[in-house]
Every structure is written in C-alpha cells, then in structure tokens.
C-alpha cells in the first residue's frame, strides 16, 4: 500500500486529504464537547423551572395542608422526567417527601413554594438534582453525531476533490508525461496541449516545455552537427599528422618532447615509439646551445622563430634542418622542422651559377666584387690581414681570334683560366672580367716582393703554348698590375682602378710583364 502511496498520485493526494478531514473531525468533535455540553446544561436548567412550575401548585398545597402523600405523587410525577436525578421537599429545613435519587450536590436547583393563599408566606421547599449522568450521554451523543457528519461531509470532500484532481490534474499531468516519454531525444517532438487547459497553468507548463523542447531539439541538433564535423577535422588532421613531410612536434613547458610525428623522426633522427621523451638538445646534442637558445628566444619573444642547422652525418655529408618554434598556452612551444638539404644545394647551386663565369668556370664580376668587399671589410677589422689584388689583360688575344676564330679564343680562355687555378692556392681567388681580362686576389699576400712572386709565376703558366684542334698552337702573354693591401684602408673600386693602372703601364713598357702599383710613380 505504501509503495502504492508513493507511485500514483491520486492515491497520496486521497491519503493526505482523508488525514487532515479525520483530524479535523477529531478536533470539531473535541471543540464541541464543552459546547454542547453547556447547551445541554442551560437546556436542563430550563426543563427543571418548567417542571418545578408544573407542581409548584401541587406541591404548595400538599405542603400547606400538610398531605404528605399528596407530596410525593406530585415529586414522584416530577421525577419521572429523564433530566432530573432526585427530588425533595423541605419544611423547616425536614424532609417531608423525596423522590428518585436525590442527594446533595452543587448542582441542586431549590425553589421557595409560597401558600396558595399568600405569595408572602413560604410553607416549604423543593428541591431537584438535575441529571448529569443523562445530559453527559446526549452531549457524547451530540458530539458522535457532528464527528460523523463532519466525517461523511469530510469523505464528500475528498471524492470531490479526487474526482476533481484526477480529472483536471493528474490525468492531463499523466497525458503530458505519457508524450514526453513518447518524444526521442532530437528528433523535436512536441506534447499536445490537453483539453481545456489553454488558459491555465497546465497549458502555460505545456508551451514552456514544447518551448524547451525545440530549443534542445536545436541544439542537440547543432551538436550532432559539430561533433560530426569535429570527428572529420580530428581524422583529417590526424591524417594530415601522421603523413605530413613536415616533422610537427610540440614542447612541454620543461621542454620535452609531448607528441611527435613520423616526418619528426626522420628529419630530427629520433625519437622512436615508445621512446622516453627527449628535449631538442638530447636529440641533437651538436646543435644544443643553438636550440636551447631559439627556445629561449621563442619564450620571451612570444611569436614565431626560426633557424636553419647544417648537421654533419656519420658518412661525412652535410644536412640542413630548419626549426620553427611557436608559442603556445600553458607554457608549451609547437615546432615544425624540416629538412632543407635540398634547398641548401640548390641556393648553394644557383649562388655559385651566379657567381661563375659560364665560359671558363672562374668567378665573375659579381662574385668578384662580393668577395673582394668581403676582404676589404677582413682587413679594415685586422690591419694585419693584407691582401694583393691583381688585374691581368691577355696579350695578342685578338690574333688567336683573328687566326682561329672565336672558338678556338674561347678554349684558350678555358686553358688560361684552369693555369691561373692551378698557379696560386686554393684561398686565393681566379676571377673573370669579361673578355680576355682576368683578377686574382691573393689572400694574405701583403708584400710586393712576394706578389711579383706568385704572379711571374702566373705569367710563366699563361706563356706556355695552348694545343688547338688540327695541331695548331696558340701563344698568348699577359700583362699584370697588382695593388698591395698592407696599411691603409681602400675601397674595393680603388683597388681595382689601381691594379688596372698598373697593368696598362705594363703595356706601354713592351707587353708581357708585370708592374706593382705605386704612389709615386
């Protein structure tokens, strides 16, 4: 039953509504008792007076004539009423006739009984007992009769108010909770309003809750939606992670390694599945202080940076990385590193293809020029670095084109550009000008004597005879001016017009000869 109480509603509303009538029943009947009680009491009160006048005359003669007998008929006919207990009558405070049960107590009614001849002279007393013992069941009765009144009035109640509460609240409460059960969770569902119920509470509780109802709809919709696309975005850039040629990386705040992909361990060498987490400076202990430092950059700067490393492998190669570090939330750093060996090569390649003579393979005027900046730059930091710079034009050139033609000048350009390679030292530099004017830098070389040196040398190289195709042989000499560097600072274009003036003042001495640069001349 109790579990029956907890489940339907009906059944606790009936519960709760029968105890509180019971209750109240009880009370009205408790309140009543004293109630009627002094109903019943001023009630007896009056039908005692009434009873006493109905034998008074009786009683006044029997008592003025002193008949006894007549005295106690009329007692015996008073007593006969339920209300009264006892009665006597008294003269001269003697007993001369009773009746019933009567006997002392505090509730005795006694009345003066005056001769039917004067209403001056008082011939006896009468006295009567009411009957407490009567007046006590009608009040008990009285009250047993409004409890059950009030307890049948209290059971129409609570049929009514069942009647009424399953009509116009349970059942349409029942049907509202049937259809949200009914409704699936997304699919925007509605509760059909229950009849009658448009203007009230109930129908206000039903469009508020179809209200919540497409609301939810809507965003549970939306978050299918999202999390759907969120599934594709995670595989797409899982896919994109996992097969990226690019090394993606990510950095704790004490900077190892959190997740890596496999483009990482083949451009950083490492780490393996399953491995313990490095730091950059672990994986790559050469570059340590290099890396340590572009993570510290990274940090107090707070925005991208980057570096390029060259590596040197076990077999000797060289491998260039790049590093890209990006800061992140919580102290962590996203880093992208790439290998780069091939643009390496490829700027190395186009660098030297821009800076070498497509001819003869010797450097050009712009590398020229860049590594004489270079040199001029050295030795204004370190006077003690000197250096020569030599111009050399070729003698009777234009014979061995005018002879041969201009592809056999072009082999002896060849010829003559692989002598000078061959006659200084590798730190030294072989330049083309264009036509048959050449340059060579001579680092470290900051004496006259030593320059005239190394350029008879050179000059020996360029005289030897050239074979041509059909066993033809060509002979060309040169003529060289030189510029020492050896104190003061010059700029580069200085020094080129200082070797060049010296070179034509060889010419004009007869060709074929070398003069060095002087102030004084």
């Not at 109903?39 to 007896?44: C, K, Q």
């Not at 550009?417 to 530099?429: G, I």
Request: proline share 3%; glycine share 8%.
């Amino acid at each position: 039953m109790i579990h029956l109480l907890r489940r339907n509603l009906r059944l606790r509303a009936a519960a709760i509504i029968f105890l509180v009538g019971g209750l109240a029943g009880l009370c009205a009947a408790l309140v009543s008792i004293p109630i009627v009680m002094s109903t019943e009491r001023a009630l007896m009160q009056r039908q005692s007076e009434a009873l006493i006048d109905a034998v008074e005359d009786a009683v006044s003669t029997a008592c003025f004539v002193d008949d006894r007998e007549l005295a106690k008929q009329a007692l015996a006919g008073l007593v006969k009423n339920p209300y009264l207990r006892g009665a006597e009558i008294r003269v001269d405070g003697r007993v001369i006739a009773a009746a019933g049960e009567a006997r002392t107590a505090a509730s005795v009614l006694s009345r003066a009984v005056h001769s039917p001849f004067s209403k001056s002279q008082v011939v006896c007393e009468i006295r009567v007992e009411p009957n407490e013992t009567y007046t006590r069941e009608r009040v008990y009765t009285s009250a047993l009769r409004i409890a059950g009144l009030l307890a049948a009035q209290t059971a129409a109640v609570v049929l009514a108010a069942l009647l009424a509460v399953g009509y116009f609240v349970t059942q349409p409460i029942r049907s509202i909770s049937m259809s949200l059960h009914r409704i699936e969770a997304g699919a925007g569902g509605q509760i059909p309003m229950p009849r009658g119920h448009d203007a009230d509470e109930l129908g206000m509780l039903v469009r508020d809750t179809n209200h919540l109802i497409s609301g939810f709809s809507g965003l549970i919709a939306s978050e299918r939606a999202l999390r759907a696309q969120r599934e594709r975005d995670e595989q797409r850039m899982r896919l994109i992670f996992e097969n990226a040629e690019t090394g993606l990386f990510t950095l704790a705040d004490d900077g190892r390694l959190q997740s890596w992909n496999p483009a990482c361990v083949s451009v950083l060498g490492g780490p393996l599945v399953g491995a313990a987490a490095p730091t950059l400076a672990q994986l790559l202990p050469s570059l340590a202080p290099a890396l340590n430092a572009l993570q510290q950059r990274c940090i107090e700067r707070q925005r991208s940076v980057s570096e390029d490393f060259a590596l040197r492998e076990h077999d000797g190669q060289e491998r260039w990385i790049q590093i890209v570090l990006t800061p992140a939330s919580g102290g962590e750093l996203q880093g992208l590193a790439n290998d780069i060996t091939d643009r390496k090569r490829a700027e190395e390649a186009a660098q030297e293809l821009a800076t070498t003579d497509s001819l003869t393979g010797a450097m050009n005027r712009l590398g020229l020029n860049r590594r004489l900046a270079n040199m001029v730059a050295e030795h204004a930091r370190d006077s003690a670095r000197g250096f020569s710079l030599a111009m050399i034009d070729l003698d009777w050139f234009k014979q061995v084109n005018d002879t041969w033609g201009h592809e056999a000048g072009d082999h002896v350009l060849r010829v003559v550009a692989q002598r000078l390679e061959r006659a200084v030292r590798r730190t030294d530099t072989v330049a083309r000008l264009g036509g048959d004017e050449f340059v060579l830098l001579l680092d470290g070389v900051s004496e006259a004597r030593a320059a005239l040196t190394i350029l008879e040398k050179v000059r020996d190289a360029v005289l030897a005879p050239i074979p041509l195709e059909g066993g033809a042989q060509a002979r060309v000499g040169a003529s060289i001016g030189v510029a020492v560097v050896s104190g003061a600072v010059h700029s580069p274009d200085e020094l080129m017009r200082r070797a060049d003036a010296a070179m034509y003042a060889g010419k004009k001495d007869g060709r074929n000869n070398t003069r060095v640069f002087s102030d004084t001349a």
